[in-house]
């Protein structure tokens, strides 16, 4: 079972980062959310994906993808140059439920303002 992040956790920002061997973390851009995903413990369920499709894929293995930030070529309105913008995120109930959707618990949430972990409870928790 999972458990609360080790003290020297290191900082998440909006990108996906391996931080061990097959366990990879982001905070999407304006969430109180940090995801963690655990590919060896993913059994290919597809549930993620399909609940949360801007924040999980499948890949060749039937292995979910964390995905990191989409961006969106735009034009700027001022002048004639292209820029790029964020683009649209899964809203932070929708990663909830795509975590809880996930049958072996691969997918580990936390607050990002303390590491708290929110799903799947630790065992304290739920007493």
């Known amino acids: 079972m999972p458990t609360n992040p080790p003290a ?7 990108e996906v980062r391996e931080i061990e061997p097959g366990v990879y973390v982001r905070q ?6 940090i995801i963690e995903y655990r590919r060896d413990v993913c059994i ?3 549930s ?9 894929s ?5 292995k979910a993808v964390l995905l990191g930030p989409k961006k969106e070529i735009k034009p700027d309105p001022n002048n004639t140059d292209l820029v790029a913008v964020a683009a649209e995120v899964d809203e932070d109930d ?12 691969a997918i580990i949430i ?8 929110i799903f799947p409870p630790l065992e304290e928790d739920m007493r």
């Not at 020297?8 to 909006?14: H, S």
């Not at 929708?94 to 618990?105: N, Q």
């Open 94 to 105: 929708v990663i909830l439920a795509a975590a809880e959707s996930c049958p072996v618990f």
């Open 48 to 56: 993620c994906s399909a609940i949360a499709g801007l924040t999980f």
């Open 110 to 117: 936390r607050e990002a303002a303390t590491g708290k972990q």
């Open 8 to 14: 020297d956790i290191p900082e998440v920002k909006d």
């Open 28 to 33: 999407p851009k304006g969430s109180k959310y």
């Open 44 to 46: 290919g369920a597809i």
């Open 58 to 62: 499948m890949d060749a293995e039937n």
